[in-house]
């Protein structure tokens, strides 16, 4: 009866791998066949490098480059002030903080989790774009920067949890051979447990970049969602919101090159996944 088990178990397993691989593979192919129709008509070169977005104007402009560069810049800045928040908190949480602090503080990351994303824009819309308006005297505060504020919170969750988890599964017989040693606390913690672990902190800062790119309606509502060319206190507007605020009444070329940003998007964190696992792999050679 153990080895019937194991046998449906083991193929169940396999099964959900397979049902994954070939969702991965139908999008992919779906964006490939959507997308490319556009990209031959407008110009490869054209529709990546191009300045202008203008998809209902008498003569349409389709350039992406300030929708390319806003999502770099915005993802960047995310990680940025995110990623360092995040990581200095889970090991706070992990070897410095008491029971109880770290029971409640893990209850409140878990809840920032599972906040939907428009809340987020509603808060960053209602609290945060008017701060920025008020503190930079600027005539809108619906900007890059605010955007940024937002995404930076939004990734914490993901980069706590997984941060957390990999330095708790840490040996201690490795931080007591480091004390044994001589190191100090913060030494063995960071020079130890950290390393020891940085395969899953590497991970969460994949997941977080992976949600940071991904991110439409919270940005939406705080960027402006306006086809410029980036700047920090200006409005914006990035791959993911371009694509969500048009597709609803596109037709067309219009529709065909709204694919066809789908499918850079979806080639963008393909490639800084594979950029992200390959430094990790690296590292652990």
Known sequence: MSKTADKIMQGVFLLCGVITIACVFVITVYLIISGLPAIREIGLIEFLSGKEWASTAENPEFGILPFILTSIYGTLGAIILGVPIGFFTAVYLSKFAPVPVKKTVGFVVSLLASIPSVVYG????????????????????????????????????????????????????????????????????????????????????????????????????????????????????????????????????????????????????????????????????
Do not use: W
């Open 122 to 285: 509603l808060v960053g819309m209602l609290v945060l774009v008017p701060f920025v308006r008020k503190a930079f005297g600027l005539p809108d505060g619906a900007t890059l920067f605010a955007a940024i504020i937002v995404l930076a919170i939004m990734i914490l969750p993901s980069i706590i949890n997984v941060s957390l988890t990999s330095l708790d599964a840490v040996p201690k017989k490795y931080e007591h051979g480091a004390l044994a040693l001589g190191a100090t606390e913060c030494e063995t913690y960071l020079k130890v447990s950290v390393p020891a672990a940085k395969s899953g902190i590497i991970a969460s800062v994949v997941l977080g970049t992976g949600r940071a790119i991904g991110e439409a309606m919270a940005v939406m509502m705080v960027a402006g969602n306006v086809a410029n060319m980036p700047k920090l206190f200006g409005s914006v507007r990035f791959l993911t919101t371009a694509v969500a605020s048009e597709m609803s009444y596109s037709s067309g070329l219009q529709q065909k090159a709204l694919f066809s940003i789908a499918l850079v998007l979806f080639v963008f964190i393909m490639l800084i996944n594979m950029i992200l696992r390959k430094v990790m792999s690296g590292g652990e050679k």
